[in-house]
């Protein structure tokens, strides 16, 4: 059974910088493709970023691109979402989820497991 956490969330200046991380257990992520996922109140669920399972294919939701680097950590049990150039518009609840030799995908049904969130907040 995979479980993961998230970490790294806060409180961050318009501009300034976060890096979440996607920590599992029971389980390497190198199997696993891996999405990270934001929702705003009032919002739908929205992906941000993918990273496939075989190739490490990466996708950015057009929101994001230039601003926000998925990786993984070389060894292998974390995903990291780096957050540059942040706006308060990014301020949402961040999720990462994991698919069993996945593809990688922005949408949420591609993935059947998924970690509790972590609250990012972009605000002076």
């Known amino acids: 059974q995979l479980h993961l956490v998230e970490s790294g969330g806060g409180l961050v200046q318009p501009g300034g910088s976060l890096r979440l991380s996607c920590f599992a257990s029971?389980?390497?992520?190198?199997?696993?493709?891996v999405g990270w996922f934001r929702q705003a109140p009032g919002n739908e669920r929205e992906g941000v970023a993918s990273?496939?399972?075989?190739?490490?294919?990466?996708e950015y939701a057009d929101s994001v691109k230039e601003r926000f680097i998925i990786s993984r950590a070389d060894a292998g049990n974390t995903v990291y979402l780096e957050m540059n150039s942040l706006k308060p518009e990014d301020t949402a609840v961040y999720y990462c989820?994991?698919?069993?030799?996945?593809?990688?995908?922005?949408?949420?049904?591609?993935?059947?497991?998924w970690g509790q969130g972590t609250q990012v907040t972009v605000s002076s």
């Open positions: 990273i496939s399972s075989q190739d490490n294919t990466r």
């Open positions: 029971g389980n390497t992520l190198d199997y696993y493709s």
């Open positions: 989820a994991a698919q069993y030799y996945g593809m990688g995908s922005l949408f949420d049904f591609e993935y059947k497991n």
